[in-house]
């Protein structure tokens, strides 16, 4: 079974450009979440998504992030325009929905702003 | 406000001895907590997880223990090996909630 796929893996962009990121969650699994970590710190909860519904995005930064998962599958991140701070890994997790709380985690979308 | 923190940032050991990695949290309300791994390069892996009404769960050379009262959480990995070298992380949430909380994490070096 595939696990949590993201793309990219890696993104260098400049300053005031767009990045998408994109995440494919465990086929089934219901609740996805999006999380990131800056360099040195705690991977810090962004939103969750259940199916196609923002269910908790407390954690968006600001208005530059904007998250989507149409149809209650993959899920994009986009962040637009991007600033320096923006530079860190992104993770993609997902699990069950009603199921024992196990969430699994992405490798992650790497970004890095100049 | 309510945090999941750890003591320590770097633990080194040398290989074949035990490591302990702890967590304290401060969330009365949590009642699951789980230990993830991550290696350089990759995403957080799940390692082993408890919930609040046990003390002890014990995996495959991992044992996690809970202590309510204290409100502390510890990994403890028998035998280490140059491949447990990752940044350990403990998370935590709260009954009710889908959302985990993680904390900073701890280095963990296994010298050969």
């Known amino acids: 079974e595939a696990g949590v796929t993201q793309f990219p893996s890696h993104s260098v962009i400049e300053k005031g450009q767009t990045v998408t990121l994109r995440c494919d969650p465990i086929?089934?699994?219901?609740?996805l979440y999006w999380y990131r970590r800056v360099m040195g710190k705690e991977i810090k909860f962004l939103l969750h998504f259940v199916k196609e519904s923002k269910q908790d995005e407390s954690g968006m930064p600001n208005n530059r992030f904007l998250a989507e998962r149409t149809g209650g599958t993959y899920s994009t991140l986009k962040v637009q325009p991007a600033e320096l701070e923006d530079s860190g890994v992104y993770f993609c997790?997902?699990?069950?929905?009603?199921?024992?709380?196990?969430?699994?985690f992405g490798e992650g979308s790497w970004l890095t702003v100049v | 406000g309510e945090s999941v923190g750890l003591h320590l940032p770097t633990l080194s050991v040398q290989e074949g001895d035990n490591s302990i990695i702890n967590c304290a949290y401060s969330?009365?309300?949590?009642?699951?907590f789980i230990w993830y791994k991550q290696e350089s390069g990759k995403g957080p892996q799940f390692i082993i997880d408890?919930?609040?009404?046990?003390d002890k769960r014990q995996g495959q050379r991992v044992t996690v223990l809970l202590n309510k009262t204290v409100k502390h959480l510890s990994l403890q990995i028998a035998a280490t090996q140059p491949g447990d070298s990752a940044v350990y992380f403990c998370a935590e949430k709260a009954g009710g909630s889908y959302i985990p909380t993680f904390g900073r994490g701890t280095s963990l070096i296994v010298h050969p």
């Open positions: 969330n009365s309300a949590s009642d699951y």
């Open positions: 086929s089934g699994h219901d609740n």
């Open positions: 408890i919930r609040s009404n046990m």
């Open positions: 997790a997902s699990s069950l929905l009603g199921g024992p709380g196990t969430i699994y």
